[in-house]
Nanobody
């Protein structure tokens, strides 16, 4: 089970760090991912990191975001900087057990945390 947190209201140009806590030690054996879904839009993948720390980012957040994980704490993070109003969305964490190069969708999802960026 995954539990996302850390969302909130922030001004454009600000930063947020989202967290995703797992109930077990799943992150050491899974591709880990962050998705987001803005109102009226499809869910899109923001970033993914493999078990060997290969990372992929959506063009819209590349250079402004960092994904990291603390395996000992069973926690995944998404650091987002230089936030823009178009980053406003519900953010979801996910994990793909024994995933390979971020090719598969998550098997496990967090419940989502709202990020709102004001202009």
């Amino acid at each position: 089970q995954l539990q996302a947190s850390g969302g909130g209201l922030v001004q454009a140009g600000g930063s947020l760090r989202l967290s995703c806590a797992a109930s077990g030690s799943i992150f050491s054996t899974s591709d880990v991912q962050w998705y987001r879904q803005a109102p009226g839009k499809q869910r899109e993948r923001v970033t993914c990191s493999t078990t060997t720390n290969i990372t992929r980012f959506a063009n819209s957040v590349r250079g402004r975001s960092t994904i990291s994980k603390d395996v000992a704490k069973n926690t995944l993070y998404l650091q987002m900087n230089s936030l823009k109003p178009e980053d406003t969305a519900v953010y979801y964490c996910g994990a793909t057990y024994r995933g390979y190069l971020c090719r598969a969708s998550p098997d496990y999802w967090g419940q989502g945390t709202q990020v709102t960026v004001s202009s």
